[in-house]
């Protein structure tokens, strides 16, 4: 019986204008109450960014894995987060400004998601703006004093595999990932999606046989390991599709909904 459905947002839930079917997501959850399934978007966006795209009424009753799955959100409230040490995202940074200069970087505090003012306007509100609803300016990142939510790098020029490939030094510091090819997410030591998903089960009571998971990327790929039901959308990438265990519509398909929809009226 599933009593938990996790799924990625961009590339997997929202389609490909960043939106998703609003009549049909009602219906699901209704249909998710009734059969008493808890919900939850697991992200590298903002919680308060997935709370937006929801709307307040419809954010009450999510849990939300947000900002990298660093953090879980419930009703306004944070109830678990793992944090970057500060001196660590510096040095990381440091790195960062070592390989290239014009990468956008997103330095993420529990407060707001930081980019410095020199970060042109258009990609601010163009790139930024659509995962961050928090969203502050500073002169240099050496001015953040707090720990790090996360550090996310947005490449126009899409290097991000060779990127990550040169922060090795970290990997045993960090969990970097490469999403896609213009963005890497990197969070504290040991902490990403399938963990995070875990903490969540543990939460709930609920077992990988009685979760229902979905994604697109590469790092959805520890999501794939926390469920029995693990789905990759059509549009996903092959190392993905590799690890879920099934396949489902794209996400312009609202190959989530449908496949939740089907599973829960069987």
């Not at 001196?87 to 990381?92: M, T």
């Not at 060779?162 to 990932?177: M, N, P, R």
């Not at 997410?185 to 979760?211: A, F, P, W, Y």
């Not at 998971?213 to 520890?222: C, T």
């Amino acid at each position: 019986m599933i009593k938990l459905v996790i799924t990625d947002m961009d590339g997997t839930f929202l389609n490909s204008k960043g939106d998703f079917n609003r009549p049909l997501y009602q219906e699901v959850k209704q249909l998710m109450k009734e059969n008493n399934v808890e919900f939850a978007p697991c992200t590298g966006k903002q919680c308060e960014r997935i709370e937006a795209i929801f709307g307040e009424q419809d954010t009450t009753d999510l849990w939300i894995l947000g900002d990298s799955a660093t953090r879980i959100k419930r009703n306004g409230e944070y109830i678990y987060e793992s944090l970057l040490p500060n001196e660590l995202g510096h040095e990381i940074l440091e790195r960062l400004n070592e390989i290239a200069t014009d990468y956008v970087i997103i330095a993420c505090t529990p407060e707001t998601a930081y980019v410095k003012e020199s970060t042109p306007v258009e990609l601010v509100d163009r790139v930024v703006r659509r995962s961050y609803h928090n969203v502050d300016y500073v002169k240099e990142y050496k001015d953040i004093k707090t720990d790090f939510v996360k550090i996310t790098i947005y490449d126009p020029k899409q290097r991000s595999f060779a990127t990550k490939e040169q922060l090795s030094s970290f990997f045993d510091k960090a969990y970097i990932v490469a999403s896609e090819p213009a963005w890497i997410d990197i969070s504290n030591k040991g902490v990403h999606k399938g963990t995070t998903v875990e903490e969540l089960q543990k939460t709930l009571g609920v077992s990988k046989e009685e979760t229902m998971v979905f994604g697109d990327g590469w790092n959805d790929i520890e999501l794939m390991e926390r469920a029995s039901l693990s789905f990759a959308v059509r549009n996903a990438c092959d190392p993905l599709k590799e690890a879920a265990n099934y396949i489902t519509r794209s996400n312009d398909e609202d190959g989530v909904l449908n496949t939740i929809k089907q599973l829960l009226t069987i």
